[in-house]
């Protein structure tokens, strides 16, 4: 039976040569030039002044909410629906995390409920762009944020390649992180982001992730940092897989396409409206009404899914009470079907008349 996994990533001949000339050319592996090119070509793929690499997307997250002095006493709203790197980089400085519910239309968090979350302690806000989509009013966040003074932190993790209104998801706020792990539209294996627009804060991002050093190589401290760097071994992929970029979002945003027409009016299985001209998602997802059963069939059939993200305010490692109903419709509901970029129009063709197999069954 052909197995269609639910997500791999693409690595070929040129990520092959590219590492083979890297340790050809006596690199240390460590990160130096290729990290530096990289971290230029990011910047300018998403239109940001600056970009800094790290070890992977939850340490991205942890150093930009540092870089805003987030830490214990200050509160960090965050959205109940997102992968729960985004509150624990502000719970693991310790902060208080507060949730607020999402919107139907896109799953990011909701205005109006952000809004009621906002206490005089609150330091940050997290954004997370979740599957590259963006609330549509993005920029009310932003203005929002500023005349309140608090600090607007893009997770556009899922969103390398996504776009608001024309302007890449990560620059609209005071910072915003990327991450490069393996299901990523692009893959250093770990890896991650850091985008801004303002030279001070980007200066403290460098600096936390380099020991507070000075400068690199400097043994001189100016405040307290961490070893989260980048290595050029990484880099050498990632600039190579960068290539592979424009191509991948045209095909993430086909498959998508397909996807949405080969699964419409079926009943029981509901699409989440997307905008293509703006959204190369990072999942292609569904909220089924029987997802245990529809994620069995599937399986049964060699058609590997995944169930959407818990509501986190209510997982162990939070345990708060609460009433967030449209994060855990979604947690309840949701499923990720296979999402490579690599599938063939075929596979999703097969993924499909399997689902409507399912659905038709179903009654
Ligand atoms: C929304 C979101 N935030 C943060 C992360 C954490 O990134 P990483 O796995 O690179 O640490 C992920 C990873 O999937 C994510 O999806």
Redesign the pocket.
Known sequence: MKIINQMEPSFDDEEREAVNDYLKSGGWITEFKKTREFESVIAAYCGSKHCSVVS???IA?TAALMACNVGAGDEVIVPDY??V??PNSAAILGAKVVFADIERKSLCLDFEKMKKAVTNKTKALML?T?NGRYPENIEEYVDFCRKKGIWLVE?A??SLGSKAHGKHLGTFGDLGCL?F?SPKIISTG?G?AILGGNEELMERVRKIRDFGREKPGSDHYLTMGWNFKFTDLQAVIGLEQMKKLPWRVERKKALGKLYDKLLAGLRGAELIPTNYADTAPWFFDILADRREALQAFLDGRGIKTRPFYPALHSEPAYGLKGSYPIAEEVARRGLWLPSSVSLKDEDVEHVCSMIREFCVKQG
Do not use: E, F, R
Request: hydrophobic residues 35%; without cysteine.
């Open positions: 992977n997307g939850t997250l997102t992968m790197a985004t997370v979740i997770d993790a899922q991450s792990s770990q991650g």
